[in-house]
């Protein structure tokens, strides 16, 4: 998903979060959907697997909510959710959880992306010089601290499947 060469607004930055927002509720909710169809077929939940998953999800929920905040303190009309919906779903509906080769590379792919997302956010607030409502250090501060938890999990993910081949 193209964040932009700069952010120009507080309302562009409003809908940008949002984003990273819906992306957030995305990995939670494939981590629940493989958590949940790996017990469902009566599988023994690998330990390291199960705790990748659960981490993955309260880090999503951790960021959603850190994102909500700075969303809040904009001075900008919100953007109805289901339009940002539908802007994650056109360009990640394509794929359901269950279309990648197993568990691990899904969560691979969800932690890129949303490493990915964040990089690119922070490279477009870098670049603009415009006066936001919130304060820019702290901004970048926190998306800095969620780009670099995402390059994490990317890693415990790579970890994890190296240790499996």
């Not at 001075?75 to 339009?83: L, N, W």
């Amino acid at each position: 998903m193209s964040v932009g060469h700069r952010v120009t607004s507080d309302h562009q930055l409003a809908r940008l979060l949002q984003i990273g927002i819906v992306l957030e509720e995305v990995v939670e909710a494939r981590a629940y959907h493989h958590y949940q169809s790996l017990a469902d077929e009566d599988r023994e939940l690998d330990a390291e697997i199960e705790d990748l998953l659960e981490h993955a999800a309260e880090e999503s929920a951790e960021h959603r909510e850190r994102l909500e905040s700075i969303v809040d303190q904009l001075d900008a009309e919100s953007i109805p959710f289901e339009d940002i919906e539908t802007l994650v779903e056109a360009q990640y509906g394509k794929t359901k959880p269950d279309d990648f080769d197993g568990v691990l590379y899904d969560q691979l792919c969800n932690e890129e992306t949303a490493y990915k997302f964040y990089d690119d956010l922070i490279e477009a607030v870098d670049a603009s010089d415009t006066e936001f409502s919130v304060d820019r250090a702290e901004l970048l501060s926190l998306l800095t601290e969620i780009r670099d938890e995402e390059a994490e999990g990317v890693e415990a993910v790579t970890r994890i499947m190296e240790t499996r081949e």
